[in-house]
């Protein structure tokens, strides 16, 4: 199985697994999560092979339009990359928060303001 499509399918479903019916999660839970192949699961299902490749398929597809509907994880990834901003424009050290400095100016209060519109655009 690719690796990236792994991760692309686990990171749609912990976003998106409400939206699927009960049947799709079990599938996409079972071949992802738990690694069993097709044909497991259509003995533990007791369904065809070919209806749980269908499934899957069907799912995977579903996960993928609702990213490209709403688009949360894409909005979750540029909070990330706000907050990082954010951090920075502080210059808050996450390693060492004993010996985190504080040192905000006029421009660095005019950096936070427009990256707060941005997430605020966001959500």
Known sequence: M???KMLEIES????YASLLTDKQ???ISMYYDEDYSLGE???ILKISRQ???DSLKRSETALKDYESKLGMIDKMKQIEI???SIE???CFDKENKENMTLEIDAERVTQLKVI???IKELI
């Open 51 to 53: 209806s749980v490749y």
């Open 116 to 118: 707060l519109d941005e």
């Open 41 to 43: 699961i259509s003995q």
């Open 12 to 15: 749609l479903y912990s976003q």
């Open 82 to 84: 706000f907050v990082n």
């Open 25 to 27: 999660r079990d599938i």
């Open 88 to 90: 920075k424009c502080l």
């Open 2 to 4: 690719d690796i990236e």
